[in-house]
């Protein structure tokens, strides 16, 4: 069952950023993962701002590969270097419609 991390970066110093831009693909990429958003051009329609600078979504193939990523060791100093510049929220969703009204969907 694919997962999804959402990412929610509001950045408080960017001298992260580069190297940070520069690592994560490829570990993304080694865990299965991709990217499937990850912009700037953020608009709220609705509820109380998360006063992000950035929300990325990348897709995983399982739970266990979206936390292998967050986990891995070559990840440790560019999650540490991103959480110490930025506010972050990660949060982790699957592909299930709990409502089970989309077709495509697998029902809860």
Known sequence: MSVFLVAEVDVTEDS??????????DI??????????????????????????LIALLEFPSADALKAFVNDPEYTPLAKAR???????????????AAGTIPYLPAA
Do not use: C, N
């Not at 992260?16 to 693909?25: G, N, T």
């Not at 499937?36 to 608009?43: D, F, N, Q, V, W």
């Open 83 to 97: 959480q110490e510049g930025s506010e972050s929220r990660f949060r982790m969703i699957d592909d299930t419609d």
């Open 28 to 53: 993304v990429a080694r865990h299965g993962g991709k990217y499937l958003s990850r912009s700037g051009a953020i608009e709220q329609l609705e509820g109380k701002s998360q006063d992000a600078t």
């Open 16 to 25: 992260w950023i580069p190297d940070y831009a520069a690592k994560v693909h």
